[in-house]
């Protein structure tokens, strides 16, 4: 069965400055994908970043950034410039990509941005 | 291009009363997702479809909850009857299938049972 671990349930970083949330996944696929998703206080979740497995290269979304690191099955989400609108829930969610495509998601972490 | 509809947004029931939640995915989306979202937790899948099909529900309590997507379209998420524990917010979600698989989901339904 896959896992993901977030180990970070509550993190702060000041306004303007960098921060980095970590995730990681256990599974013996080879193909699959990995998401990062936003949930601020009540309201609906949305995709900041995805990366494929098969792609080495580091998905860049604007501001946010993710350090895969496919062999120690790692994926950090990296927020650079951090602005208020960023306080919300990050999840960070794995899915195989196969016939059925099942969704895996981590616990969460709760992002303060500080102004 | 309309997202994820899900009502009613917020429902107060007591227990071993019934519930229903409503979901119309995006359209031309294929697949739908319910979720179980547990205050301070991530969402836990209850049941996918593909199109009109089940692909997992292993995670479904199929004892009081049920699921239905009779025209691959909109679906409906029963809990019959309802237990403290069922309060949570039940997400909806969709994608396509075409290897683009990011989930768009819906404002979820906030259940609270009495």
């Known amino acids: 069965a896959q896992t993901v671990t977030q180990s970070q349930p509550e993190m702060s970083v000041q306004e303007a400055e960098t921060v980095t949330l970590s995730c990681t996944y256990d599974t013996s696929e080879n193909n699959y994908y990995l998401f990062w998703y936003k949930q601020p206080p009540s309201r609906q979740m949305i995709l900041v970043i995805r990366?494929?497995?098969?792609?080495?290269q580091n998905a860049t979304e604007n501001r946010f950034s993710v350090n895969f690191q496919k062999a120690a099955k790692s994926f950090s989400l990296k927020i650079s410039d951090s602005q208020l609108g960023d306080t919300a829930m990050y999840f960070c969610a794995f899915m195989k990509h196969n016939a059925g495509n099942q969704f895996y998601f981590g616990t969460g972490t709760s992002l303060t941005v500080i102004p | 291009e309309a997202g994820v509809a899900q009502s009613p947004r917020y429902k107060i029931i007591e227990k071993r009363q019934s519930v229903a939640f409503w979901c119309n995915p995006i359209?031309?989306?294929?697949?739908l997702y319910w979720y179980q979202q547990i205050l301070g937790q991530g969402p836990k899948l209850l049941i996918q479809?593909?199109?009109?099909?089940?692909?997992?529900d292993s995670q479904l309590p199929k004892d009081r909850f049920s699921a239905e997507r009779l025209k691959g379209v909109d679906s409906t998420l029963k809990i019959q009857p309802a237990k403290l524990e069922d309060s949570a917010v039940y997400l909806c979600?969709?994608?396509?299938?075409?290897?683009?698989?990011?989930?768009?989901f819906g404002p979820g339904t906030r259940l609270l049972v009495l």
């Open positions: 979600a969709s994608s396509t299938w075409t290897g683009e698989e990011t989930q768009y």
């Open positions: 990366q494929e497995a098969y792609k080495q």
């Open positions: 359209s031309g989306h294929a697949t």
């Open positions: 479809f593909q199109n009109n099909g089940v692909v997992d």
